[in-house]
């Protein structure tokens, strides 16, 4: 496998290990929160650099209902995260303090939470849309045969069960109400355990992972 592919997906991995990071803000001390956005957001330019012939391609060929969904995923990924990078700006206690910025904080804290919820969606529907080709990757590294039929369904009913808990998880946790603004302030459960947080976390981004991977196919049917 080329280096540089494998340097993408570790690219991929660590920008998905930060956005887990970063929504469990409450367990962390504020600097590392903002440190790790930082560097979220470093991956984020570096990931598009190393994708550049996609952006290179956008003119060209025809495009397919997949397309079309793919191109809209991942503008409205951007827009979330010079959304989330404008605010952090702004709100910045450590990172960004020597810009001396002054005023605006309301507005910000908004911004923020509007772009961190969104963000999250769509960053985990992009990865939906190119599930095939990590579940390829996984294939080739280690070495895994094609999976029986029997397995196939076993595996499915997984990924099923596990968008079922996500969007449980997505709807108790009043996740539509900050994406819509419909609050301005964010409940956070300093009590709750980190594993649990967590766990929804993860079950969540399977959902949009799993609407993504599957909407992308039925698509291209």
């Known amino acids: 496998m080329k280096p540089k592919f494998m340097f993408k997906i ?3 991995i660590l920008m998905t290990a930060a956005l887990l990071f970063l929504v469990g803000y409450q367990f962390w001390e504020e600097a590392a929160h903002e440190w790790v956005g930082a560097g979220m957001f470093f991956l984020f330019i570096l990931h598009h650099l190393l994708n550049k012939n996609w952006h290179l391609s956008l003119l060209k060929g025809k495009y397919s209902p997949a397309r079309v969904l793919l191109l809209a995923t991942n503008l409205l990924v951007f827009l979330s995260m010079a959304g989330l990078m404008v605010s952090a700006v702004i709100l910045s206690n450590h990172v960004f303090t020597f810009l001396h910025l002054q005023g605006g904080t309301p507005f910000a804290r908004l911004l923020h ?10 960053m985990a529907v992009h990865l939906g849309l190119h599930w095939g080709i990590f579940l390829a990757t996984a294939r ?3 070495k895994l045969k094609q999976p029986s039929r029997l397995r ?4 499915s009913s997984l990924g099923t069960g596990i968008a079922a808990w996500g969007l449980f998880a997505f709807l108790r946790r009043d996740l539509p109400t900050y994406m819509f603004l419909q609050t301005e ?3 956070l459960d300093f009590n709750e355990p980190i594993l649990f947080f967590y766990l929804d976390y993860l079950a969540m981004m399977g959902t949009f992972i799993f609407l993504g991977y599957y909407g992308s196919r039925l698509l291209k049917k």
């Open 140 to 142: 080739r590294l280690l």
């Open 152 to 155: 196939k369904i076993l595996l």
């Open 113 to 122: 939470m509007v772009s961190a919820y969104w963000g999250f969606v769509l």
């Open 10 to 12: 570790t690219v991929d």
């Open 185 to 187: 302030f964010v409940f």
